[in-house]
């Protein structure tokens, strides 16, 4: 049977052995002491099945499942639960948990839930390389939805580079999406089912930050009692995605651009060079060609990063998908706290629409998981337009038409239900749609293929 089972759980002896046994039943298992490394391993090209203890130190399984879930929801998790558990079972199960097992527990019985679970995980991705085939919504749109231009153009770039071993640069304000473009161009590469070893360039510690990335051997420093790789190594065969490339250290920019120019690294104390197979993903806010001028940036470097580009748009050059993203953050907020599916009415969604919302998506999502959990999201706040010096008839009209395309994006793009709520003919709406320059097709989902009505 193709595809991998990611076991994980502290205890060293039940984590061989429960391996070894599953390897009986013609299973490849590759094994984890800690929950974190698997998150590395997972994405939406993963073709296998994750099983993991719940009661770990660090990250425990059920931070696990929710962290896995965010990365796909379709991925199979198995949670290997302890004795009189039930209650967190329970909990489980309404958090999107696959299955779960009390130990002790047979692994033949593992095996079995193991099987079926790769069956389904192997329908989900079949389906969607037929849907992909087909021309219907992809993972792509799924992952990075819009129907505005700039969305549409950065979809097809991402497709034709992803494919690529290309490395690439991708540029964007805070909260856009970079981590998720960066991980959409792994899942879609021949490289999908090696890690994606991602790498927080802010975040290094300057007295380790060679180590970390390059690795050592034992002796190279006071406290390096043996052998360590290290990030660049540990990624071979997969992606390296270096988030906000742009606060690297200057001098180790230098070693860097070595490394991405001839895919050798050198561990500290040792002489000897390592090849690396890995593919270069960098993300940056900031105008890497501006640092560049300034002096904070290698020009060198920045050419060799720049082979392709990515330019992830503002939400605020895309105004007119703010409505459909917000509705499918709530619906994923629904399904990840275990809620119902909630309404949103037309004026919330007008109001959302036109405010600013300068954490972009990752703001826009902090809102609908508070609308979801019933919190205060300030949707009531007066747009820009409507204060100042604006005209009443300008302020009117900006109300106008964030009610008209809030109600146009609740319905779905149906407009029969949009001029009946709103008390208003057929050609009136029409007439208003034209003098506001609204695009039902801009402000509904893509799959909608409602009649005019």
């Known amino acids: 049977m193709s595809g991998r089972i990611l076991l994980i759980d502290d205890e060293e002896e039940l984590r061989r052995s429960t391996a070894q046994a599953l390897e009986l039943f013609d299973l490849t298992v ?3 002491s800690a ?3 698997v998150l590395e391993r997972v994405g939406y090209g993963f073709d296998g099945v994750v099983v993991s203890d719940i009661r770990m130190p660090g990250m425990d399984g059920m931070t696990l499942l929710q962290r896995v879930r965010e990365l796909d929801a379709e991925i199979p998790v198995i949670l290997v639960t302890g004795h009189g558990e039930v209650q967190l079972a329970v909990k489980a199960m309404r958090e999107g948990v696959y299955d779960f097992i ?7 019985h593992l095996a079995g839930i193991v099987r079926r679970a790769m069956d389904r995980r192997s329908l989900v ?3 969607r390389r037929l849907r992909a085939v ?6 792509i749109e799924a992952r990075l939805p819009g129907r505005t231009q700039v969305m549409v153009d950065l979809r097809y770039r991402l497709r034709a580079i992803g494919a690529t071993d290309a490395d690439t640069l991708v540029i964007g304000d805070t909260g856009v999406g970079k ?9 879609i ?3 999908s089912s090696r890690p994606l070893i991602a790498i927080n360039c802010a975040a290094l510690p300057e007295t380790l930050i060679e180590s970390e990335l390059f690795g050592h051997e034992a002796g190279a420093f006071p406290g390096a009692l043996r052998p360590r790789y290290g990030k660049f190594e540990h990624g071979r065969g997969g992606t390296i995605l270096l988030d906000e490339i742009g606060s690297m250290p200057f001098d180790l920019q230098a070693k860097f651009l070595r490394v991405a120019q001839e895919r050798v690294i050198t561990r500290l104390g040792s002489n000897e060079q390592v090849p690396l197979d890995v593919r270069f993903i960098a993300t940056s806010k900031a105008d890497l060609a501006g640092e560049v001028a300034a002096g904070r940036f290698r020009a060198d470097l920045f050419y060799r990063l720049n082979v392709a580009t990515l330019h992830v748009p503002a939400l605020s050059q895309r105004r007119a998908d703010i409505p459909l993203l917000f509705l499918q953050l709530v619906r994923e907020a629904a399904a990840r706290y275990g809620r119902d599916d909630v309404a949103v009415p037309p004026e919330t969604l007008a109001g959302i629409a036109e405010r600013d919302w300068p954490g972009n998506v990752r703001e826009l999502r902090n809102a609908a998981d508070r609308y979801v959990l019933g919190l205060d999201i300030g ?3 007066v747009p820009a337009a409507e204060t100042g010096t604006a005209r009443l008839a300008d302020r009117v009209a900006a109300y106008e038409r964030r009610i008209i395309a809030g109600t146009i994006a609740a319905h779905g793009g149906s407009l029969r239900p949009v001029y009946e709520s709103l008390g208003i003919s057929r050609k009136t709406l029409y007439e208003k749609m034209q003098k506001y320059g609204l695009d039902r097709k801009l402000i509904t989902d893509p799959d909608d293929h409602a009649t005019i009505t």
């Open 179 to 187: 981590e998720v473009v960066a991980r959409a161009l792994h899942d």
């Open 134 to 139: 087909a021309g219907k919504r992809d993972d």
């Open 35 to 37: 929950a974190e490394p």
């Open 30 to 32: 590759e094994t984890f």
């Open 125 to 127: 991705l079949e389906n």
């Open 379 to 381: 949707d009531g706040a």
């Open 189 to 191: 590469s021949a490289r």
């Open 102 to 108: 009390e130990k002790p527990f047979s692994v033949q």
